[in-house]
């Protein structure tokens, strides 16, 4: 019975340390730009 809730504990630690990583790697990727923009058009004017 000890073996199986050690077990079940350890497995629970091991999903929880990589849930971290992926929620870690997500917020890195969500803070790059949507896009990158080539060349400005020149009919913009500047402010």
Avoid: D, H, W
């Avoid at 849930?19 to 004017?45: D, F, H, L, T």
């Amino acid at each position: 019975m000890c073996v199986v809730l050690l077990g079940f504990g350890l497995t629970l630690l091991v999903l929880g340390i990589i849930g971290q990583y992926i929620a870690q790697m997500y917020n890195e990727v969500k803070n790059r730009p949507k896009y990158i923009i080539n060349e400005c058009s020149s009919n913009i004017k500047k402010m």
